[in-house]
């Protein structure tokens, strides 16, 4: 065992905490009889604190494949292997994940504990979607095989659950068919927020969208956009070059952020100007080429440790999804953030396909992700921005939560009852827990 500080993505917060490992599952049962509230943690790529407890379970360790049916693209492995891994076992035999979020360093766990979307939900739903079975170790030490037919109250509280059912240590789920390793890509720019909302539905039948915003942008230009659409390339859609490795895994180029930036150099001028060089890089109105499937899904994994340059206090991201009746309080989010000259780097619209799922975060509707810089006035104005969020019937992302208050979540999350009482039945006592877990009310 051994005590050291530990914070997620957005280091903020950060805790002491005792980690515990384990190569066997055995040894999870060791290390929930020596402690009174325990939680797993994966690679800590959740921004907030879904996965900080005084004693944290790391994953890691427990990364072995199990299984992988190259004809029928079904994938069995341990819960603490990360995306990156099977992607260079997966994609060179002509499969790709079913869903991926937008880092390939979260492992299989954590996955399914935030029950990840990607770019694709209104196509191919969430993780969960395409889960076929998996292991849970309970806080008793009994572990439960669940599925949708068998534990299915198991299963869909553990899919999304912020790991509150219990520990999971295998999964089973099915994997997409691919002829090459490329994405054929577009780009389009929009002049405007209603533009891109547009182009959205327009553009539906895509399997992939999103949109980066210029979340700061005031006028005929508020909410201008660049939208990014994407298929899996064919092997017609490569050039000679691309055909001789159609399959191709990209190499592993990496820089890394050196240093926490200063908190000073975080204000609205620098992401005025970062805004004005992204949305200038587009020339054309459109572009069309093809492209490798990292810098697609994965941009911001070229960058080590991009996540410092938030500076020391660390950030915030703060994830919201409003039904598309809703589209008022998405504009009325985004006037209040350039009002008030809050603006995020980062500012990421996509657009969700239904899903009714008992604890998910993923409704049909619009969900807006944005960074923020740790800064005094930054929990009052994210308070204000919940209102408008309950307002129009939303709900906030727990996965990418640190601060939201009890009764947004049990206002927000129509099920949040039923799934208190399933952790009762599964996790008597709540020996699995968590800090998030207390805070919204959850586990007490």
Known sequence: MMKKFIANWGNFPVMESEEKSFSFSEQIKDSLNQTDSIIARGNGRCYGDASLEKYTLSTLKYDKILFFDVEQGIFEC????????????????????????????????????????????????????????????????????????QYPDLFWATCGGMGLTGIITRVKFDLKKIETSYIRQKQIKA????????????????????????????????????????????????????????????????????????SFVLN?????????????????????????????FYPLDAVLHWNRGYGKKGFLQYQFVLPLESKQGLIEILHRISNAGMGSFLAVLKVFGEQNDLISFPKKGYTLALDFPVRN????????????????????????????????????????????????????????????????????
């Open 78 to 149: 341990q819960s603490g292997i990360t995306l990156d891994k099977i992607l260079e076992v997966i994609v060179p035999k002509g499969w790709f994940l079913p869903v991926t979020p937008g880092t390939k360093y979260i492992t299989v766990g954590g996955a399914v504990a935030s029950d990840v979307h990607g770019k694709n939900h209104h196509v191919d739903g969430s993780f969960s979607a395409h889960v076929l079975e998996m292991d849970v170790l309970l806080s008793t030490g009994e572990t439960l095989t669940c599925s949708t037919n």
């Open 191 to 262: 002049e405007n927020l209603e533009e891109v909302l547009r182009l959205f539905d327009e553009n539906q039948h895509y399997t992939y969208s999103v949109a980066w915003i210029d979340c700061l942008k005031k006028g005929k230009n508020f909410g201008r956009s660049i939208l990014m659409l994407g298929e899996h390339a064919g092997l017609q859609d490569l050039d000679a070059k691309q055909r001789m490795e159609p399959l191709k895994v990209p190499s592993k180029k990496q820089i890394s952020f050196p240093f926490n930036l200063p």
């Open 268 to 296: 609205q001028y620098t992401v005025k100007a970062f805004n004005f060089l992204f949305y200038g890089k587009n020339f054309k109105k459109e572009i069309n080429n093809v492209v490798s499937y990292e810098p697609f």
């Open 377 to 444: 006035n930054l929990f009052p104005f994210l308070d204000e921005l919940d209102k408008i969020v309950m307002q129009y019937n939303g709900r906030l992302y727990l996965s990418k939560d640190a601060r939201m208050k009890a009764d947004v979540f049990w206002k927000s999350y129509e099920n949040a009852n039923k799934f208190q009482e399933i952790i009762k039945k599964y996790n008597p006592g709540f020996r699995i827990n968590s800090i998030q877990a207390r805070r919204l009310h959850i586990t007490q």
